[in-house]
C-alpha cells in the first residue's frame, strides 16, 4: 500500500522549535518531489514547501522563508519539515504529499499523508 | 504569493451539473499547464481529483473535468451526487517556482 504517514505535531510555545516527519512506503520514494502543505482550523490549504527527488532544491513560501528548512533521506524515505521561531500563526494541520514529474508535465499531489497538527500557544 | 480566487461556495440539486471556477494570474494559472484540483471531506486528507488542467487520476470519477481559459481555470462536476458535497481547491505552479493554492469552495447538494 502506498503511504505517506506524518508525526512530530504537538504543541511548541512561540519562538519554539519542532520537526516534522514525512515517512514514505509502498513506492519508490526518490522518484517524487515532497510537498508540506498547512491548514489552519476552519480556514483553506495553504501551500508551505517543497523539495526535489534527491534534495538539491527547495522552496518555501514567503511567510516560513528564513524559519523553515525542508530535507530528505532518500535511504530512510524520509522527509522533514524543520520548524523553528515558530508564531501562533502556524497553528494547522500540516500535510506532506508526492509529486511526480514526467516529460510534459507533473501526475499532481496524488498522494497525501494524513497530516498532523501543531499548535502554537503559550 | 496571493491565493487564487474561487467562489466561497457553489450549490446544485441532484444531477445538476455545476463549474467551480480559479482565478489567478499570468504569473500562475495563465503561464502554466499545471493547475491542480482537490476534493477534501470533513476531517480527511485532500484529494487529487484533477492535474494539468484537465488530466484525473486512476479511479477518479469521469463526472470531474478540468479547462483552463486564460488566467481561469475551472472545475466541472456533473450529475451531482450527494457525495460530491466537500470543499474543493484549485492550485497551480509559479512562475517563482512555487505552489499557491485557491481559497477553497464549499459544494453544496441541495
Known amino acids: 500500500e502506498v503511504l505517506l504517514v506524518e508525526s512530530g505535531g504537538g504543541l511548541v510555545q512561540p519562538g519554539g522549535s519542532l520537526r516534522l516527519s514525512c515517512v514514505a512506503s509502498g513506492f519508490t520514494f526518490s522518484d517524487y518531489w515532497i510537498h508540506w502543505v498547512r491548514q489552519a482550523p476552519g480556514k483553506g490549504l495553504v501551500w508551505v514547501s517543497r523539495i526535489t527527488t534527491e534534495g538539491g532544491g527547495a522552496d518555501y513560501a514567503d511567510f516560513v522563508m528564513g524559519r523553515f528548512t525542508i530535507s530528505r533521506d532518500n535511504a530512510k524515505n524520509t522527509a522533514w519539515l524543520q520548524m523553528d521561531s515558530l508564531r501562533v500563526e502556524d497553528t494547522a494541520v500540516y500535510y506532506c504529499a508526492r509529486l511526480k514529474l514526467h516529460g510534459g508535465g507533473s501526475y499532481g499531489m496524488d498522494v497525501w499523508g494524513q497530516g498532523t497538527t501543531v499548535t502554537v500557544s503559550s | 504569493q496571493s491565493a487564487l480566487t474561487q467562489p466561497a461556495s457553489v450549490s446544485g440539486s441532484p444531477g445538476q451539473s455545476i463549474t467551480i471556477s480559479c482565478t489567478g494570474t499570468a504569473s500562475d494559472v495563465g503561464g502554466y499547464h499545471y493547475v491542480s484540483w482537490f476534493q477534501q471531506h470533513p476531517d480527511k486528507a485532500p484529494k487529487l481529483i484533477i492535474y494539468d488542467v484537465f488530466n484525473r487520476p486512476s479511479g477518479v470519477s469521469d463526472r470531474f473535468s478540468g479547462s483552463k481559459s486564460g488566467n481561469t481555470a475551472s472545475l466541472t462536476i456533473s450529475g451531482l451526487l450527494a457525495e460530491d458535497e466537500a470543499d474543493y481547491y484549485c492550485?497551480?505552479?509559479?512562475?517563482?517556482?512555487?505552489?499557491?493554492f485557491g481559497g477553497g469552495t464549499k459544494v453544496t447538494v441541495l
Open positions: 492550485s497551480s505552479y509559479t512562475s517563482r517556482t512555487t505552489q499557491v
